[in-house]
């Protein structure tokens, strides 16, 4: 069965400087793999995900995650953060296509710092 | 806004009781999936539906069941609840042949 294992359970950091959040997941022949973003009292947003294709991949706000397959990871990146960026982030992953059951991580809680 | 709602918000319930918990997607998407995510942790996948059938399931008892209609809206039922059963519960939909679920904002039940 797939696992997904995020690293840090908590991540502060401060304002304009950059962040990595962590995921590591089971090895498997396909593998789809996702970050979803969580805000206080919210549910799940999707914030990147890789299917195929080009390993680095890029979302709308400025974050960016690439598949290392050797390595069995999908690290996501932030070159600055926002104080809006302070949330719950998940990695997940599926081996079946982002439309079948998700396997998620504990999460990774970001806190941008002023 | 991903155009999935949740109903009820919040809920409390006792040990032993009933709960339903509802879910409205978009139109056209046909598929949709409940997920519990308890305090702290990732959400687990419980069961999906598609056109109306079961059409998969996780590591969870029979007690917890869910139907969905032709309206696009679903239902998740759990009886004989549990001090456990306390969490977030998430409906995700998604249109035929994506690859993405978008999620509702769920709904917090608590169990006493």
């Known amino acids: 069965a797939q696992s997904v294992t995020q690293l840090d359970s908590q991540v502060p950091v401060f304002e304009e400087a950059p962040v990595e959040l962590r995921c590591n997941y089971s090895?498997?022949?396909?593998?789809?793999l996702f970050w979803y973003v969580q805000y206080p009292n919210q549910g799940l947003q999707l914030l990147l995900k890789y299917l195929s294709g080009s390993t680095l991949v890029e979302s709308i706000n400025g974050f960016e995650a690439e598949f290392n397959k050797s390595q069995t990871s999908f690290h996501l990146r932030k070159p600055s953060v926002h104080i809006s960026d302070t949330a719950e982030y998940f990695c997940?992953?599926?081996?079946?296509?982002?439309?079948?059951?998700?396997?998620f991580g504990k999460g990774t809680r970001l806190s941008v710092i002023a | 806004e991903t155009g999935v709602t949740q109903s009820p918000t919040h809920l409390i319930k006792t040990r032993g009781q009933q709960v339903t918990l509802r879910c409205s997607s978009q139109?056209?998407?046909?598929?949709v999936s409940w997920y519990q995510q308890a305090l702290g942790q990732g959400p687990q996948f419980i069961f999906q539906?598609?056109?109306?059938?079961?059409?998969g399931r996780g590591n969870f008892p029979p007690r917890f069941s869910g139907l969905q209609f032709p309206n696009y809206s679903s239902e998740l039922n759990v009886n004989a609840l549990e001090l456990d059963d306390s969490a977030l519960y998430l409906c995700?939909?998604?249109?035929?042949?994506?690859?993405?679920?978008?999620f509702g904002p769920g709904t917090r039940l608590t169990v006493l």
């Open positions: 090895s498997s022949v396909s593998v789809y």
């Open positions: 997940a992953v599926s081996d079946q296509g982002g439309n079948t059951p998700l396997v």
């Open positions: 539906y598609y056109r109306e059938e079961e059409n």
């Open positions: 139109s056209g998407h046909n598929t």
């Open positions: 995700a939909s998604s249109p035929v042949d994506t690859d993405t679920q978008y």
